[in-house]
């Protein structure tokens, strides 16, 4: 895959997540027009998912979709584009009603042909969607606050694995992987994590392989990520592909 079709690939990826997301909440997706928007309920931010707006179109769609989310109130709304967006002005409409400059997703891709796992000693990596992680205060992305919510894991294991590195016993990191099927095909990985007690002991990589070991098994060619740190990815074999922009809305 080109570098373009391997940003698309993770654009997909996120969206359906957000969408398997909303519905395992209970919630639902809306396509109204050329604009897909999830209600993941009060208690939990909703996202936009890639917008690609026609500019003669696009405020009078912007103005609905506000319109429906202020009789349907959320906790917050999240849009996600890669760049640049469409309409190329997104942002400055967006920011118009009411939303904020966000972070810029940093793509990364890896071809997982030749990828081997290597366990450092004394670790364990246990595939477990239903052992909850939430009490776990030192290890970001647990439960709800993690991408992969703990609904889609109990209830569409086919869609998505969560894996528990365990350190003598102790659990000391997660990861997860999302598995959207479609035009575009890729192992997409999320909520990886590792207590700060434990990091630089190669637990980081190990969870990464791992998700992407699984990702592989299932078909996939390729695994596809939003980085934090490039560092260790770029370790593991992964490659930056693009940037991606986000804005958010916390209401008002």
């Given at each position: 895959m080109t570098d373009s079709q391997l940003e698309q690939a993770v654009a997909y990826n996120h969206a359906q997540l957000f969408y398997?997301?909303?519905?395992?909440?209970?919630?639902?997706?809306?396509?109204?027009?050329?604009?897909?928007?999830t209600y993941d309920g009060r208690d939990f931010q909703s996202m936009?998912?890639?917008?690609?707006?026609?500019?003669?179109?696009?405020?009078?769609?912007?103005?609905?979709?506000?319109?429906?989310?202020?009789?349907?109130?959320t906790r917050g709304l999240g849009c996600w584009s890669l760049a640049p967006p469409r309409p190329a002005d997104l942002g400055a409409r967006l920011l118009a009603r009411g939303f904020q400059d966000g972070w810029r997703p940093c793509w990364m891709a890896m071809d997982l042909t030749d990828l081997e796992?290597?366990?450092p000693a004394q670790l364990q990596i246990v595939a477990d969607n239903y052992l909850s992680l939430h009490h776990l205060k030192d290890i970001p992305y647990t439960g709800e606050h993690g991408a992969i919510s703990p609904?889609?894991?109990?209830?569409?294991?086919?869609?998505?694995?969560?894996?528990?590195?365990?350190?003598?016993g102790k659990i000391v990191g997660h990861s997860s992987v999302f598995l959207a099927s479609g035009e575009y095909r890729v192992a997409g990985l999320y909520d990886v994590a590792v207590a700060p007690s434990a990091r630089g002991q190669g637990i980081g990589q190990a969870l990464v392989k791992a998700a992407c070991l699984y990702g592989r098994s299932r078909g996939n060619h390729y695994a596809v990520l939003n980085a934090t740190g490039r560092r260790m990815y770029e370790q593991v074999g992964f490659r930056h592909i693009g940037d991606g922009m986000t804005w958010w809305w916390f209401g008002r």
């Open positions: 398997r997301n909303a519905i395992a909440r209970g919630g639902e997706v809306r396509t109204p027009g050329d604009i897909t928007y936009i998912a890639f917008p690609c707006l026609d500019e003669a179109t696009a405020d009078e769609q912007l103005d609905e979709m506000m319109a429906w989310y202020r009789e349907h109130p796992q290597e366990i609904m889609l894991l109990k209830h569409h294991p086919e869609l998505a694995q969560q894996f528990i590195a365990l350190l003598d």
